[in-house]
């Protein structure tokens, strides 16, 4: 079991990983097949960490 708060900071850490992948090759997915899509993976952890802070806030 995670203790409470390390959830968004792994999240953060996967997806800038994702992003340092991103600019030095891109992914290849689909809206991410060029370096400079990097951002959106950016706003994709935004929400994503908002969403895991939100969830953890009332668990």
């Given at each position: ?9 792994l ?5 800038v990983?994702f ?11 689909p ?6 899509d ?22």
């Open positions: 079991m995670l203790v409470k708060g390390y959830m968004t900071k999240l953060a850490l996967v997806i990983g992003m340092v992948i991103q600019i030095i090759k891109p992914l290849g997915w809206g991410l097949r060029r370096r400079g990097f951002w959106k993976l950016a706003l994709l952890a935004m929400a994503a960490i908002s969403l895991a802070a939100v969830l953890g806030h009332f668990t």
